[in-house]
């Protein structure tokens, strides 16, 4: 039958009278998955996310998510796959894949981060040199992300926020931080990204961090909600007070508008 491996051959294996004995035989499918998880920024699972995958050989598939953020579907193999994830509320997320041409059962893992419409998202990894506004070369991993991702949501505008901790003038921290997000959209605006989509703002010191429930679980010592304020972190220990100081010394973006260029 026609995508079915089977037949028959034969043998004297195990006759002590070299008689030959018809055997069959049938090749199970080949099991081949891809699994992983659609999350927020702080990890938490995004409900009725949708997943859709295209494949070069003319496939095409769209799930839902489960509550829980999970989803698997079945792949063939040695084929170019792109994977699309969106929710309401959220950024689209894109991901390649091209899956093994192994005949084996395989399983491979994919996650998909969405980064909110409502609230600032954090971009991780982004450094500075010391005291300056200039961007180091290890930010340009997470630069060339964000990148993409406007490229993939070409219809949203952005505030890019940077964010000092409380040590130094106010005056000071506003300029300095100024000079940082403005420092990030530039790099954006070398990448290709147009620079009516995106606003630099430096908010200095004025705007310290919320414990969110990611950060909650990766220092237990500040409960979730906790607003890392001044008068907060001068109650912790020094050694406490240096991670407040760090988390509050981020660089964020925020969505504007979703409809650039739309009319």
Do not use: C
Not at 32 to 44: A, C, K, M, Q, T
Not at 130 to 151: G, H, M, Q, T, V
Not at 170 to 186: F, G, P, T, W
Not at 244 to 258: G, K, P, Y
């Amino acid at each position: 039958s026609p995508g079915r491996e089977a037949g028959y051959f034969s043998s004297n294996r195990g006759d002590s009278r070299g008689y030959d004995h018809l055997y069959s035989f049938e090749l199970p499918d080949l099991r081949i998955l891809i699994s992983g998880w659609v999350l927020d920024n702080d990890e938490e699972p995004v409900p009725n996310a949708i997943i859709r995958i295209v494949g070069n050989d003319g496939s095409n598939q769209k799930a839902y998510a489960k509550p829980d953020g999970s989803f698997s579907f079945p792949l063939q193999r040695g084929v170019n796959y792109v994977m699309l994830a969106g929710a309401k509320g959220y950024l689209n997320a894109k991901q390649q894949f091209t899956s093994d041409t192994a005949e084996e059962d395989a399983e491979y893992g994919i996650d998909f981060i969405l980064a909110s419409v409502t609230k600032p998202n954090i971009l991780e990894n982004i450094f500075y040199d010391f005291d300056k506004a200039s961007l180091r070369p290890e930010s340009r991993k997470a630069l060339d992300e964000l990148a993409a991702k406007l490229r993939d949501n070409p219809n949203i505008t952005i505030e890019m926020a940077s964010h000092t901790d409380r040590h130094g003038p106010e005056e000071y921290n506003i300029s300095l931080s100024q000079r940082r997000a403005k420092s990030v959209v530039d790099y954006l605006t070398e990448a290709g990204i147009a620079p009516d989509r995106m606003r630099a703002q430096g908010y200095g010191k004025s705007t310290p961090k919320t414990v969110s429930k990611r950060i909650a679980r990766e220092y237990p010592q500040f409960p979730e909600g906790q607003l890392l304020d001044e008068t907060y972190v001068l109650t912790l220990p020094e050694t406490d007070r240096e991670i407040a100081d760090q988390i509050n010394r981020r660089t964020e973006f925020q969505v504007l508008t979703t409809d650039y260029q739309m009319y």
